[in-house]
């Protein structure tokens, strides 16, 4: 399956992508961990990330608070792990990518370009082979409406059901797919970015 990538740092040089480049997984994990245990332990362990992220910030050490979308993260491979082993993707174990190459132009634009954090020059666009069946793609409109009860409600019970509808392959009523794959992969080309919005 031929897809398409976008980044300013999971790929260099070389022929193909690293899963989980930018090493995700470890924000994760803590959650996970403490999932196992329990959710006070969970808990305790979103607290106290709570209060790390928001020192680290103060300090300008930092640049986001990154604690509720790092627990997000923990509950829906939890769920994963435990519900949908061998017939789903890890969302912290995997390289993200789009379905066209116009797609893949318009993320990297609002990203990266439109908010002046990267040139051109510094971001990559990618035409990758895949193997099929590596490949999911998922409804990110759940992942992010867990993310907002994270931020408000904290119901943990609700985003639980939110993570199950997205790796049973849901749909919501405005669904926001994303292609996930760990699978074996090829660059087939670089594509050039040129700075116009209406040209590659």
């Avoid at 174990?93 to 993320?107: F, M, N």
């Avoid at 002046?116 to 510094?122: I, L, Y």
Wanted: charged share 30%; proline share 2%; glycine share 4%.
């Amino acid at each position: 399956m031929i897809l398409y990538h976008y980044s300013v740092d999971s790929y260099q040089s070389g022929g193909h992508l690293i899963n989980d480049f930018k090493k995700q997984f470890r924000f994760a994990e803590p959650y996970l961990l403490a999932l196992e245990k329990s959710q006070d332990c969970f808990w305790s362990v979103f607290f106290a990330s709570m209060a790390l992220s928001r020192e680290l910030c103060a300090l300008k050490l930092r640049k986001y608070e990154n604690y509720v979308k790092d627990a997000v993260e923990g509950i829906f491979e939890f769920v994963r792990r435990q519900e949908f082993p061998g017939r789903s993707v890890s969302r912290v174990g995997c390289v993200y990518y789009c379905s066209s190459q116009a797609e893949a132009l318009a993320y990297l634009r609002e990203d990266c370009l439109d908010s002046g954090d990267f040139s051109s020059e510094q971001v990559k666009l990618l035409e990758v082979q895949v193997a099929d069946e590596t490949v999911f793609q998922y409804d990110q409109a759940f992942f992010n409406k867990a993310t907002d009860i994270m931020e408000t409600s904290r119901d943990l019970d609700a985003v639980f059901s939110l993570a199950r509808a997205y790796f049973s392959l849901e749909r919501s009523q405005e669904p926001l797919p994303e292609i996930l794959s760990d699978g074996q992969n090829e660059i087939l080309r670089e594509i050039q970015i040129k700075e116009s919005k209406t040209d590659l």
